[in-house]
T-cell receptor
């Protein structure tokens, strides 16, 4: 099992450009999450999904959109990137049942110039 | 929304000493409290968690205690080793769908020889 994977690992964008980050999991998890991690601020939830075809806003959703067309994939989109979106982005997933651990992907380091 | 405060932000101990990291949370309905360890450039990984119906949980050199009345929980690492050096994050669930987690801002633990 690959667990949770993220594509790409690194990316540099110019202000105003768009991009999509892909998260994939092969553990048949229902729940998936997108976080951003900034120095001194921990992990903050951007959007999450409780199942295929559903998405919901987290703590810091502005400037991001998401889609969950397939259960194993959770996409995070930036329509018009801004320097404030420079961050490390982590995807996580978890099982719907009793085991509550969130499993994290390796992260995507995004720089917006 | 939920707020999780974590202290200290940095902690330096001598090898073999104990380390304690403390967190407080605001949502009295929170019922799950995980601790994650993140090494430099790596993904966060769960090291221990506790549910609200338990006051203490131990796994070898790591233990977590929970005081629901005071709304605080702590991570205890005994006999620290250099490989314990990392950033540690506490988290708590908050109400609403998706079993979302709110993370603390992290503690940089350095174990010195």
């Amino acid at each position: 099992n690959a667990g949770v994977t993220q594509t790409p690992k690194f990316r540099v964008l110019k202000t105003g450009q768009s991009m999509t980050l892909l998260c994939a999991q092969d553990m048949n998890h229902e729940y998936m999450y997108w976080y951003r991690q900034d120095p001194g601020m921990g992990l903050r939830l951007i959007h999450y999904s409780v199942g295929e075809g559903t998405t919901a806003k987290g703590e810091v959703p502005d400037g991001y959109n998401v889609s969950r067309l397939k259960k194993q994939n959770f996409l995070l989109g930036l329509e018009s990137a801004a320097p404030s979106q420079t961050s490390v982005y982590f995807c996580a997933s978890r099982y719907i049942g009793g085991v509550r651990e969130q499993f994290f992907g390796p992260g995507t380091r995004l720089t917006v110039l | 929304g939920e707020n999780v405060e974590q202290h200290p932000s940095t902690l330096s101990v001598q090898e073999g000493d104990s380390a304690v990291i403390k967190c407080t949370y605001s949502d009295s309905a929170s019922n799950y409290f995980p601790w994650y360890k993140q090494e430099l450039g790596k993904r966060p990984q769960l090291i221990i968690d506790i549910r609200s119906n338990v006051g203490e949980k131990k796994d070898q050199r790591i233990a977590v205690t929970l005081n629901k009345t005071a709304k605080h929980f702590s991570l205890h690492i005994t006999e620290t080793q250099p490989e314990d050096s990392a950033v540690y994050f506490c988290a708590a669930t908050f109400t609403g769908g998706g079993n979302k987690l709110t993370f603390g801002t992290g503690t940089q633990l350095k174990v010195e020889l």
